[in-house]
């Protein structure tokens, strides 16, 4: 049965780039992953124990909200998508590497962790490496759908 | 928590992740086999969420909080229907490597669960 819709989806919409193909799925089961993660721990510090470290506490929940974003956009796939795809792929990079910078840097600043602190070494470095993998698979995504 | 139960999820969420892993580096599809092999490691989840609340309802506390360890739980129960259902979709390489990955992660939640458990 679900085979059978998701044919129909590709004759209804040929024009679409299809980003959940192949290794798409696996990124998308990462990030996935990674929303349940960084969504619900954002939400239980923030309602419960906001004031002990709001800084590190709203970073997380920013970086819930990127990884929510970048999951819907490789589902939905299309050009548009994959482009803003990218852009928050691009954005969450430069977001671990501040946030794992900063927190090396000025420890007092975080007295809890965050998804991004030591660069995600709590989340076996993840956070670092998905970023990475998903630009690749959407810069070669577009080759793809080109050629083909 | 049962102590032994946590391990003999973990062991069997790698075993799992290492088969599935296999398959997808021979760039094989997951198949029969391996969903009853999901199906095993999901039923031990199951009877972790059971025995984690039947423990909770005894009066007995995880050192972490009530809330957190739910949570884990549940999460843990959810990781391999939603890889497996994934790898249905994706009839590649790809959908094994979704269900290694996805047993990688339970088995990390495994070690997580027996943190906020005892402290």
Known sequence: ?148 | MLDALTIATSVAALALAAWCGHAAFRDQPTKDWHFIGMAVVTLLTLVQLVVGFVQLGRGEDPAQGTTLFVAYLIGSACAIPAAGFMSLAERTRWGSATVAAGAVVLAVLEVRLFDIWSG
Do not use: H, N
């Open chain 1, 1 to 148: 049965m679900t085979q059978g819709s998701g044919a129909g989806d590709m004759t209804e919409r040929p024009q679409r780039t299809k980003l959940i193909g192949g290794p798409g799925m696996l990124l998308v089961w990462l990030y996935g992953v990674m929303v349940v993660g960084a969504v619900s721990r954002s939400v239980y510090q923030i309602s419960t124990e906001f004031d002990r470290a709001p800084l590190a506490y709203s970073l997380s929940a920013v970086a819930a909200l990127v990884y929510a974003f970048i999951t819907y956009t490789l589902v939905r796939g299309g050009e548009t998508a994959r482009k803003a795809a990218l852009a928050c792929c691009a954005a969450e990079l430069v977001g671990v590497f501040v946030v794992g910078t900063w927190t090396l840097v000025d420890p007092s600043a975080f007295p809890d962790a965050t998804v991004w602190s030591d660069f995600g070494m709590g989340y076996l470095f993840i956070p670092v490496l998905l970023p990475l993998t998903a630009i690749m698979w959407l810069r070669r995504s577009r080759t793809s759908s080109v050629t083909a």
